[in-house]
């Protein structure tokens, strides 16, 4: 099993975590990333990188990649995260929609963080294909 940490840390300022000499500033205020936006973005994240991998073993160049992800939560609180749609737009991309809508499927089965969470949170992938 691989193993690997974070450390968060609370002082007078709010929630600080430590990233590759990056501080990451976590709680509701302007200049802060909440939680729930912090696992947004893993998932959008995770999702675009694994495809841009595919890709990329495949050999299939394109010139920009990228990913729109929306959450859906529940209202009654404590706000459970219940569906994130993501959808990546992909340019220039030398390839058939048949074989980038391929990609999108494995990428689905191969990045960590949608196949940690596919069981309690519905995951939904599109693909938005420009010249």
Sequence with gaps: MIEKHVDVTIDGTGLTSENKGQTIKIGHD????????????SVAACTLGTFRA???NSKIPYQTASVRSTMFLEEDRPHKIRKVALTITVCGAQATEEKLQRILKMTKNSCTIVQSIMDSIEIEESLEIKA
């Design 30 to 41: 302007p200049q802060q990333i909440s939680p729930t936006k912090l696992f947004e973005t």
């Design 54 to 56: 595919i890709l990329e």
